[in-house]
């Protein structure tokens, strides 16, 4: 599952020098996502979004036991990784890689940023928070190093309880990365214009 051709826009992997890697929601697709990037500052980066198997990254809630969601979230996590690998091979450095996504995609991002924390170049997370029915410290590893994360979200949000989201930014503030958080009050499950604004001023702007 989960091992369509990574969708590709922006620059060429050949020649750009920053790579931002986008992750779709339940429903979505990689075209989805990557009409987002006109919103971004992100004109010198090369694009790529994964494509999920059926549009889903894991069948169940992202708020449930994680072996619930598998073998789906496993292989959610490898097409991420994967392509991670190809923006190392085309030589750009992880702290030039950028992570967005949205809904289950957002959810999906910082559960592989992480497992894999290292000084990456930034990550927006646009309602999302840590995978499984608690965040369990001793799944997580490494050092972001300053890494700038952006998460907004929804209170109330129908699929991400906020308490999830100040648990998910407690686990990445003490991983190293320098978090904002933003809850907007009855927002709905959505990214809004002040959003894209934040993540353009705090993440895509270097």
């Known amino acids: ?23 779709h929601g339940r429903g979505a ?6 009409s987002l990037g006109r919103h971004l500052h992100v004109g010198a980066y090369a694009l790529l979004a994964p494509q999920a ?3 889903t990254w894991y069948p169940q809630s992202f708020l449930a036991p994680t072996a619930q969601n598998e073998p789906w979230l496993s292989a959610a996590l490898a097409a991420v990784d994967h392509a991670v690998a190809e923006v190392v091979d085309n030589g750009i450095s992880k702290k030039n890689i950028y992570f967005m996504g949205f809904s289950q995609g957002a959810c999906l991002m910082l559960e592989y940023v992480a497992r894999h924390a290292t000084r990456y170049g930034g990550v927006a997370a646009f309602t999302g928070g840590l995978i499984g029915d608690e965040v369990h410290p001793t799944t997580y590893a490494g050092d972001f190093g300053g890494t700038p994360i952006f998460i907004g979200s929804s209170d ?3 699929h991400v309880p906020v308490e999830r989201v ?4 407690a686990l990445l503030t003490k991983l190293g990365a320098h978090v904002t958080e ?3 009050p009855n927002m709905g499950h959505t990214i809004t214009q002040e959003e894209i604004d934040l993540a353009n001023n705090l993440i895509f702007s270097n």
């Open 1 to 23: 599952m989960h091992q369509e051709p990574i969708r590709t826009a922006g620059q060429p992997l050949g020649t750009a020098t920053k790579a931002l890697i986008m992750l």
């Open 29 to 34: 697709s990689a075209a989805d996502i990557l």
């Open 53 to 55: 198997t059926q549009h």
């Open 156 to 158: 109330p949000d129908f």
């Open 166 to 169: 100040r648990a998910s930014t």
């Open 182 to 184: 933003k809850i907007y």
